[in-house]
């Protein structure tokens, strides 16, 4: 048969049912010999008791003393193995001439059998072969009064006879054994069902290489898996997940509470819940990650949740510079439709035979360009640094913001990570420019980029409505926003960059009533100077 039709439940069975078929036909086996030895044991005790009793008859020793034994004992012995339902009762001489037998033709002849010791006294039981075939039987002396043994009497139960009994015995003993065996074929059958409902129905060979199929995958596949059971424990995660999540791979994670691991907050908080989620980022310590979250099982029954991972770091950082493109692209559109204006005022000027003024306003603007691109330049070498200060700027100035550049920033290249530091000052003047916009004038953004004491000090001051100091430990979470409309990631972006590079933040009160976010970012060893 094909490993198919002999599925790991139906093998069971049969093993099973040949199994449970050789124990109980040994038991009946062992029960039979146990009940031989019983009865054989019985009728020893029955023909020595009978015996005995017997040989202590003064019938008996009156008889042994006539001139005709027999006469008086072959009538008193088959009324006793009558009554006692025994084989036969013979009583004899010491010269183990018979005075009685079941065959009245062996009166007179010699005793078969074992009988020294009963001649010395001593009762004998015995299993021997005579006349009537093999029998267990008893020899006893029988006493004078002046303690002489003038006689012997032997009892005995033939073989054929105990076997008998032993097979009248034998329908209880059989109907037994087939109850034994129905009832352990029946759990048998119940067992292998479950376990047929449980392995669905396959085969060892399916169940092997679905097993090698299944750790292939797992291993191979290039999402993070984590299995969570019902009772929300971890019950399987693969080398990418844990990969992922910083989790060492020497550390046995299967079969611990999710609550006992350590996860992100944001990920424990969204496992416990219990509800589906699609596409819910996760911020780790140096990855964002894209997590899908829904309920599995099979036949209407939950059996736990899958949890899916997708690394998005890079993808987030990409997305971030074209946001960053976007808005300086923005920015330099409307500088393009301002600067045609103002071409086309200057030229207006010179048609009218204005030059000075002409001039004056060209250069005016010309030098506010240039004394923001020099100051910026001057003091941060990092270029996307610096490229996304001048964006930055303009953006601001689109927006009615007057951002500025603190006079004492400075900063080399090479000293942090550009991707880092474009998350940092990025997001924390994106955040800054979000608040003053929307308030009243004035509207000023002062930025602050230096490296001071062996580590890059982040400072972004604006002029708001200020951050509540409750609501500070928040403002780093993802999902928070004061925007309606926001996805509270920014902050939460720069608290990865902090976390990953070993940094604190601050948030204080400006004076002039706005917020200032300090971000210490430290240097590597290696890179200060």
């Known amino acids: 048969m094909t490993g198919r039709k002999w599925s790991?439940?139906?093998?069971?069975?049969?093993?099973?049912?040949?199994?449970?078929?050789?124990?109980?036909?040994?038991?009946?086996?062992?029960?039979?010999?146990?009940?031989?030895a019983d009865a054989r044991e019985a009728a020893r005790k029955e023909v020595l008791a009978v015996a005995e009793t017997v040989a202590r008859s003064p019938e008996v020793a009156e008889a042994l003393r006539s001139p005709n034994p027999s006469a008086m004992l072959q009538p008193y012995a088959e009324s006793i193995r009558h009554a006692t339902r025994t084989d036969f009762v013979v009583v004899m001489a010491p010269d183990r001439t018979r005075y009685s037998h079941t065959d009245p033709a062996q009166i007179g002849r010699p005793f078969i059998g074992e009988i020294a010791p009963a001649l010395a006294g001593r009762p004998i039981t015995v299993v021997n072969t005579g006349t009537l075939g093999e029998s267990v039987r008893s020899v006893v002396p029988v006493r004078?009064?002046?303690?002489?043994?003038?006689?012997?009497?032997?009892?005995?139960?033939?073989?054929?006879?105990?076997?008998?009994?032993?097979?009248?015995?034998?329908?209880?003993?059989?109907?037994?054994?087939?109850?034994?065996?129905?009832l352990a074929a029946a759990g048998s059958w119940l067992l292998s069902r479950r376990l047929r409902r449980q392995t669905h129905g396959l085969g060892p060979a399916q169940m092997a290489r679905m097993y090698e199929y299944y750790d292939a995958v797992l291993h191979s596949v290039g999402e993070g898996l984590v299995v969570i059971g019902p009772d929300r424990r971890i019950a399987l995660i693969n080398d990418e997940g844990r990969r992922l999540l910083g989790l060492p791979a020497d550390t046995a994670l299967v079969d611990r509470p999710v609550t006992e691991v350590d996860l992100p907050a944001a990920l424990t908080e969204l496992i416990t819940t219990g509800q589906t989620a699609r596409d819910e980022l996760i911020l780790t310590a140096d990855r964002a990650l894209v997590a899908n979250l829904r309920p599995t099982g099979t036949g209407g029954h939950t059996m736990g949740t899958v949890l899916t991972l997708r690394d998005h770091t890079e993808l987030r950082a990409l997305t971030s510079e074209l946001d960053s493109v976007r808005g300086l692209t923005e920015a330099l559109r409307s500088q393009a439709h301002e600067a045609a204006n103002r071409l086309h005022t200057v030229l207006t000027l010179v048609e009218l035979g204005r030059a000075e003024e002409a001039v004056r306003l060209a250069t005016e603007e010309l030098a506010l360009a240039q004394q923001l691109t020099d100051q910026v330049v001057g003091a941060i070498t990092e270029p996307a640094l610096a490229a996304l200060l001048l964006g930055k700027s303009a953006q601001a100035a689109e927006r009615g913001v007057e951002l500025t550049v603190d006079p004492a920033s400075r900063l080399d290249v090479g000293t942090l990570p550009a991707g880092d530091l474009l998350t940092v000052v990025g997001n924390l003047v994106d955040n800054a420019l979000e608040a003053v916009a929307a308030g009243k004038p004035p509207r000023r953004v002062r930025v602050r980029v230096a490296e001071t004491e062996g580590e890059v000090l982040v400072e972004v001051t604006d002029s708001g409505s200020g951050l509540p100091p409750d609501r500070v430990a928040d403002a780093f979470r993802r999902g928070w926003s004061t925007k309606a409309s926001g996805r509270g990631l920014g902050l939460a972006l720069v608290g990865q960059v902090l976390i990953r590079h070993g940094g604190r933040h601050e948030v204080a009160e400006a004076a002039d009533g706005g917020t200032v976010f300090r971000a210490h970012l430290p240097i590597p060893v290696e890179q200060r100077t």
């Open 8 to 36: 790991i439940a139906g093998q069971l069975f049969a093993l099973q049912v040949v199994v449970v078929t050789l124990l109980v036909a040994a038991a009946t086996a062992g029960v039979a010999l146990v009940a031989r």
């Open 144 to 182: 004078a009064e002046d303690g002489r043994v003038i006689g012997l009497v032997s009892v005995g139960i033939t073989t054929e006879a105990i076997n008998r009994e032993l097979l009248d015995r034998s329908p209880v003993l059989l109907a037994a054994t087939v109850a034994a065996l129905a």
